[in-house]
């Protein structure tokens, strides 16, 4: 009967929860059955576990049930999601469509709207031991774009003897083959949050929910045409504070120009009287695949391309990407005085392009790379300085720094890290020729022996390695005598990541296409040695999957002749 009494449901359409009609009436009588046991869910649980920890000085942090519960996280001091059981998996289109689609807004959004200074995901749990550092930066990227700040790593286990070894693996810790790299992963999840920490995104787009259903579908294009965008519930809506005279709805640090009506959204009385009071207020109210007898002045788009037309009608882009591409996802921070663009490829292709900043005429840009740690200056030599040249692999996210006064911006905000690291290629025009290794590789660390390579390809197909895994050591050395030039190690296809070292130092760790390494500044004239310390995956071992592993289709020693020089990733003529 409560869900008759407080949910607006006639006592004569309980039926339709067990029962189909011919008029989707049973779509909104489930949806209300579920705010109902929802609210029941708050009062029960959550709200006395929230006045607990209050009392006491504790932050509740964690995540509710499902992936859109946006309602519930308002009992959290630190508002989560989990992705888990490959809910999200790269070049799949669960990144974009179905509930987990949402979770990575649900937790920003409802910190950003409730003055919450972190929110956070508990992610990898149950991937399997097949996880790799390369899905696991796709899956930090598809987050952090997103406006998450705080990440919990599933799981640093204790023991993975025995039975343990099957509880919601992987390790991404001490028992997985990456753990000595770790710190690589850690400081870019530090440099990622703090960008995500005490900023305000630019979003001037929201899409309206009712706390227990956030919309992907009118979420999708706006990501594909990077149009940013928050999630803003009724409640939310009916707090914030309307400005007629810059037509603005405004709710902590952001001002909303837009609201969207997603499909299927039903509008009460009460929010029709606030809805008609934004629009009055010059605030313009879109519909995307759903029907509002309400409101007189609502445009409604029935498909994608009408839709991001409608919004451009509305509200001028804050950044443009030539030629446009649906893979790439952006986030425009404000922090301080400071304005960071985040550029993710969320694909599985490299692009290359030029983002502009519409009206941004003289500024001075920055390239930030977290990954690497580098900071760099970027080619904005083109449209009047309204934008930059941007080239991203797959796995690739940096940050835009923009600069209005085109003043120092700082770059001591970022660690550096080590040299050479961000060896990028151009398409000018250049020589290139393939050096000589001076012998046959050799091959250490399996357990059938040292083996002297004579066909690359993976050694799980060594007798007695079928399901080994763990690192293996090429070794090879060549001579060079000119330095002048730029060497390129190109290592083809690796299962399933690779550390370099040149004359026994450390050069760089590769966990994802292009396996390649400029080893320029460890050269030495003469003979040079050159380890490539190949690590495959423990599912080889737990799992007995038989992964590719090791150096599976050669190596290359590219020795690139131009007359323009290259300084640590931009070319000088």
């Known amino acids: 009967m409560q869900l008759a009494n407080n949910e607006n449901v006639d006592e004569r359409d309980l039926a339709w929860l067990w029962y189909d009609s011919d008029t989707n009436t049973e779509d909104y009588v489930r ?3 579920q705010k109902a046991v929802q609210r029941q869910l708050a009062v029960a649980f959550y709200e006395p576990l929230f006045a607990f920890c209050e009392a006491n000085g504790v932050a509740l942090c964690g995540h509710p049930m499902n992936p859109d519960d946006y309602g519930l996280l308002a009992y959290f001091h630190i508002p989560g999601q989990d992705i888990v059981l490959k809910q999200l998996l790269p070049g799949h289109c669960n990144a974009l469509t179905g509930p987990d689609s949402t979770q990575g807004k649900c937790s920003s959004d409802a910190a950003r709207h409730s003055g919450k200074r972190r929110n956070s995901n508990e ?32 799981a640093f286990y204790y023991s993975v003897r025995g039975e343990r070894s099957g509880e919601r693996p992987p390790d991404v810790g001490p028992h997985n083959l990456w753990w000595p790299h770790f710190k690589r ?11 995500n920490t005490d900023s305000c995104n630019s979003a001037e787009v929201a899409i309206l929910t009712d706390e227990y259903h956030l919309s992907w579908r009118a979420a999708k294009p706006l990501y594909q045409a990077q149009i940013e965008f928050n999630y803003i519930s009724e409640h939310e809506v009916m707090r914030s504070k309307l400005d007629k005279l810059e037509g603005t709805m405004n709710l902590g640090c952001n001002r909303y120009r837009v609201l969207i009506l ?7 009385a009460a929010m029709s009287d606030i809805l008609l009071q934004l629009q009055l207020g010059g605030v313009s109210i879109l519909g995307y695949m759903c029907k509002i007898p309400h409101l007189k002045m609502c445009s409604v788009a029935t498909d994608e391309g009408e839709f991001v037309k409608l919004v451009d009608l509305n509200i001028p882009r804050k950044m443009l990407l030539e030629p446009p591409c649906s893979d790439m996802r952006a986030s425009m921070l404000k922090k301080g005085k400071t304005t960071f663009v985040m550029v993710m490829n969320e694909g599985q292709e490299s692009y290359e392009g030029m983002i502009r900043f519409p009206g941004m005429i003289s500024a001075r840009y920055e390239i930030w790379d977290a990954w690497n740690g580098s ?5 904005s030599s083109i449209r009047g300085d309204e934008g ?23 770059s001591t905000q970022l660690d550096e ?17 393939t050096v000589p290794f001076d012998q ?13 390579v004579k066909r690359f390809g993976s050694w799980a197909e060594y007798a007695g390695c079928e399901n080994f895994s763990g690192t293996v050591r090429y070794f090879n050395r060549f001579h060079i005598n000119d330095l002048s030039d730029q060497y390129v190690l190109d290592c083809g296809q690796v299962g399933d990541f690779m550390e370099v070292r040149v004359n026994k130092k450390h050069v760089d760790v590769r966990f994802w296409e292009p396996y390649e390494v400029n080893i320029t500044d460890w050269l030495n004239p003469g003979v040079n040695l050159i380890d490539i310390l190949v690590s495959n995956s423990m599912a080889n071992h737990y799992e007995k999957v038989g992964r590719a592993s090791g150096l599976l289709t050669g190596v290359r020693m590219r020795r690139i002749i131009s007359n323009n020089k290259k300084y640590g990733g931009f070319y000088e003529s």
């Open 185 to 195: 992963i850690a400081e870019y999840i530090k440099r990622m949050c703090w960008m």
């Open 375 to 379: 900071i760099k200056p970027a080619d």
């Open 388 to 410: 930059i040249s941007l080239k991203l692999g797959k796995r690739e996210c940096l940050v835009v720094v923009i600069d209005t006064e085109a003043a120092s911006i700082g």
């Open 123 to 154: 992610c990898f749990g149950g991937y399997g031991w097949s996880l790799t550092v390369s899905d696991m930066k796709w899956i930090m990227d598809w987050l952090f774009i997103r406006g998450v700040n705080v990440l919990h790593p599933h």
């Open 262 to 268: 997603p499909e299927d959204y039903r509008i009460s």
């Open 31 to 33: 949806r209300q059955y």
């Open 440 to 452: 046959a590789w050799m091959c250490y660390g399996l357990p059938c022996g040292p083996v002297r």
């Open 417 to 433: 890290a080590s040299r050479g690291q961000d060896y990028q290629y151009s398409s000018i025009s250049c020589n290139e020729i």
